[in-house]
């Protein structure tokens, strides 16, 4: 099963590699890769950061993150060292002339060039514009964007409208990283492989979809960061914008980036505005001997939501009259994501075991144990009469997948060598990022001008008791978070 897209020589900047990103995510993946034999010959790495390093004092930071999130199994000392033979530094300043003129030098003809912004968002504008400047990037070479892309409508598209100045749409890529997810990409698959699914994708027979993304962490460490951000903005706009767009999308005509983009941005203006009665907002408290989210956020008068839940309604021919419910939070009973998409009843039943019966409902999990599953409704074995259960029809990908299960890359893996390939389809296309504020804006200042407070839910418990009532109201339950 282990397959590797070839991918052209290539040079990677990391700026911010110092960073957290870089050393949790970034060049752990990258070595990954290199181990896969995805990483050509004479490829390279370049960190670029502030810090005043020489070459082999980067290569140990770089050597200690491979040794703390690389897993032992995947440990190769020879391959390590190969690996790290690939990689060099260059200290440069985002705001100012120092170190442009050391990386341009370092720069080769012929090879891909990318460029990985895995720095502050502020630092974005500066950094296409010396690129420029300094003529270290061509036309072919790309830009890797990271999260958050603007706080709203305003500040995405200035931040748009500054990259373009420099970069052609072709050329950036806006990472969000829940497309990377192997179990996302599946859901493509899924639903666009299969003749099973898709006629019955649509209002008629789906009664309602409910995304979740649940968090046991709070926001220690980044409270002063998540304080301007909350929930709806750190997670909604994008990561669970993401998921209800491929799931609510028409289907693309081709597995291509410009036709999934398209369809997956028609969806997004299709989006009604959200009642004020459809949202429930909420922030963690102390208990348990932990911290509440005041704590961690240093203002004790904070009214950021750690948690959001919202009903959704989506006006276009296919989904009028089928809520979508998200939910997202920190602190909550376990970390879980998961899409379920709950079918209607049959039209009629021909048996007498009504309170037997529980709808169809396919489960895509994101995390843990990544994977689907159909709960579909059958006979009771043995004797005693023509009685229903539920049973589900598993597919967790670890057993289909066998040994290999291992060798599925994570999800920043896979993206930085979809940048290399020049492969947008998963990454975040500028008109799609600006619809998603569009829609988000006015749920925002709904409650920011109103001064309004999240509701406290306990730590490790699934949320704000309103947002059970959220789903009661309309005689329907979230699933539990576990
Ligand atoms: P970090 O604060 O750990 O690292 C910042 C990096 O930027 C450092 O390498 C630093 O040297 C560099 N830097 C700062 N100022 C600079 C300047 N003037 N010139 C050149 N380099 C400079 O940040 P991080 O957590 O690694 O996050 C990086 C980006 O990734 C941010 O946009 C963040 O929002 C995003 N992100 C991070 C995570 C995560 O888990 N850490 C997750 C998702 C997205």
Known sequence: VSRVIPVDTFDLVI????GDLARRKIFPGLYRRFLAGQMPEGSRIIG??????????????????????????????????????????????????????DLRAMMRENVVRAFYFSVAPVLFGDIAERLHEHGIADAWSRIVVEKPFGRDLASARALNETLAKHFTEAQIYRIDHYLGKETVQNLMAVRFANILFEPLWKAEYIDHVQITVAETVGVEGRGAYYDKSGAMRDMVQNHLMQLLCLIAMEPPYHFDPDAVRDEKLKVIRALDAVKPEDIVRGQYLAGGGQEGYVAHSENPASKTESYIALKVHISNWRWKGTPFYLRTGKRLRARASEIAIT?????????????????????????????????????????????????????????????????????????IMDVIRGNQTLFMRGDEVEAAWAWADPIIQGWEERGMKPQGYDPGSSGPEDALMLMHKDGRRWREIR
């Open 343 to 415: 079918f209607k009843e049959p039209p009629h039943s021909i048996f007498d075991d009504a309170e037997g019966w529980r709808e169809n409902v396919l489960v895509i999990r994101l995390q843990p144990n990544e994977g689907m599953n159909l709960m579909m409704m059958i006979k009771e074995p043995g004797p005693g009469g023509m009685r229903l259960m539920q049973v589900p029809l598993d597919m967790a990908f670890a057993d289909a997948l066998g040994a290999d299960a291992e060798d599925i890359p994570d999800a920043y893996e896979r993206l």
């Open 48 to 101: 670029a950061a502030r810090a005043d390093l020489t070459e082999a004092a980067f290569r140990a930071t770089v050597r200690e993150a491979i040794d703390e999130f690389v897993p032992e199994a995947r440990k190769d000392a020879a391959v390590i060292d190969a690996f790290i033979g690939r990689i060099g530094y260059v200290s440069i300043d985002a705001k100012g002339t120092g170190g442009w003129p």
């Open 15 to 18: 700026f911010g590699g110092t």
